[in-house]
T-cell receptor
Framework: SQQGEEDPQALSIQEGENATMNCSYK?????LQWYRQNSGRGLVHLIL?????REKHSGRLRVTLDTSKKSSSLLITASRAADTASYFC???????????FGKGTSLLVTP | DTAVSQTPKYLVTQMGNDKSIKCEQN?????MYWYKQDSKKFLKIMFS???????INETVPNRFSPKSPDKAHLNLHINSLELGDSAVYFC?????????????FGPGTRLTVT
């Protein structure tokens, strides 16, 4: 299935540092989405990048997409303790109607 | 104002019982989804409805039956619960059907089957 895989599985950094998470997928896509999940909560949409875009910014978030390598990265700059969460990339399911999520990167930001 | 709400938040029940989870969205979206998240945080699509019509029915045991009385509600009924059904179930909605649309998730229902 068209399931993204995030790397690393877990990441621990200190406040103020940058955090980079990667996502790889297997087949061609029209777009890729990133979501955040705080502990015990539902997922929250962060950013959508289309296949014809190479980079997109939203506040402290920067997402890149390399369709030739079938990979995307999420960079969080100047991280804060509140950024502690799991981050998931999502691509289209085979039906095109739903999203397939990866297993996520668990980010811990310590003060 | 809660965009996507689910009830109950926690559900503890015994094997063999039948239970329901309810979901409501006040965003005016056409499409709603049910996802299952296992203990390793893997999130898998189960069902999707677009304007009350079923459009996705993944490989899910037929003990699971979704029902959409109107496009703002999508409920999930589970018969003969099994230990393996223990998970967090998320409802989500999007403006229209398709992976190009941002999905809004509910807070989840943690189901524990004993």
């Amino acid at each position: 299935s068209q399931q993204g895989e995030e790397d690393p599985q877990a990441l621990s950094i200190q406040e103020g540092e940058n955090a980079t998470m990667n996502c790889s997928y297997k087949t061609s896509i029209n777009n890729l989405q990133w979501y955040r999940q705080n502990s015990g909560r539902g997922l929250v949409h962060l950013i959508l990048i289309r296949s014809n875009e190479r980079e997109k910014h939203s506040g402290r978030l920067r997402v890149t997409l390399d369709t030739s390598k079938k990979s995307s990265s999420l960079l969080i700059t100047a991280s804060r303790a509140a950024d502690t969460a799991s981050y998931f990339c999502a691509t289209s399911s085979n039906s095109g109607y739903a999203l397939n999520f990866g297993k996520g990167t668990s980010l811990l930001v310590t003060p | 104002d809660t965009a996507v709400s689910q009830t109950p938040k926690y559900l503890v029940t015994q094997m063999g019982n039948d239970k329901s989870i309810k979901c409501e969205q006040n965003l005016g979206h056409d499409t709603m989804y049910w996802y299952k998240q296992d203990s390793k945080k893997f999130l898998k699509i189960m069902f999707s409805y677009n304007n009350k019509e079923l459009i996705i029915n993944e490989t899910v045991p037929n003990r699971f039956s979704p029902k959409s009385p109107d496009k703002a509600h999508l409920n999930l009924h589970i018969n003969s619960l099994e230990l393996g059904d223990s998970a967090v179930y998320f409802c989500a909605s999007s403006q229209l059907a398709g992976a190009s649309y941002e999905q809004y998730f509910g807070p989840g229902t943690r189901l524990t089957v004993t």
